[in-house]
T-cell receptor, first 121, second 110 residues
């Protein structure tokens, strides 16, 4: 159980184009999804927290207009990298938390997708 | 500022040589401490959740324990397939997000 699917797993595109990454929770409802960026041999850097039906909360230093996040349903969140440039090349990972009645929203682990390797030429 | 510190940064073991990874945290009002395993080029895989001091969780060769200030991930008689980066994360009280440590990269040689 608790499977998260992320698509695509790998994308190469030209500078200036926009890229959309999808994150789906396949067997549970996720009220909260998270988007991370990971540089080689470094830990996860949280970009934003996405709650179903509301605007995403971005971490300090993350450009809202560059990284558009939509969480339209309990099973789908998308990250769109707009007008991507070579410096946006990275490994992007999403995660989702499911809600349990006894603990509410908090105290739940995150379940991660397998990441998207984005390369901007 | 809330911090999560993992040590050592890297650990090399011979197959069968047991050891422990450490995760210390300075988060008040712990909601949950999580251990994950990450293989190269993949997203982290959830292993354990610990909620209160004294709690222990076990899965195959891995055992996670929790005190008021730190958690240990004990690896008993590791195998080469246990080689991975192990991440520790702590959840705040007032938000669903977690603070991640930098991870311990474990290499088990046959």
């Amino acid at each position: 159980g608790a499977v998260v699917s992320q698509h695509p797993s790998w994308v190469i595109c030209k500078s200036g184009t926009s890229v959309k990454i999808e994150c789906r929770s396949l067997d549970f409802q996720a009220t909260t999804m998270f988007w991370y960026r990971q540089f080689p041999k470094q830990s996860l850097m949280l970009m934003a927290t996405s709650n179903e039906g509301s605007k995403a909360t971005y971490e300090q230093g993350v450009e809202k207009d560059k990284f558009l996040i939509n969480h339209a349903s309990l099973t789908l969140s998308t990250l769109t990298v707009t007008s991507a440039h070579p410096e946006d090349s990275s490994f992007y990972i999403c995660s989702a938390s499911q809600v349990e009645v006894d603990r509410g929203r908090w105290g739940q682990p995150q379940h991660f997708g397998d990441g998207t390797r984005l390369s901007i030429l | 500022e809330d911090q999560v510190t993992q040590s050592p940064e890297a650990l090399r073991l011979q197959e069968g040589e047991s050891s422990s990874l450490n995760c210390s945290y300075t988060v008040s009002g712990l909601r949950g401490l999580f251990w994950y395993r990450q293989d190269p080029g993949k997203g982290p895989e959830f292993l354990f959740t610990l909620y209160s001091a004294g709690e222990e969780k076990e899965k195959e060769r891995l055992k996670a324990t929790l005190t008021k200030k730190e958690s240990f991930l004990h690896i008993t008689a590791p195998k080469p397939e246990d080689s991975a980066t192990y991440l520790c994360a702590v959840q705040y009280t007032n938000a669903g997000k977690s603070t991640f440590g930098d991870g311990t990269t474990l290499t088990v040689k046959p």
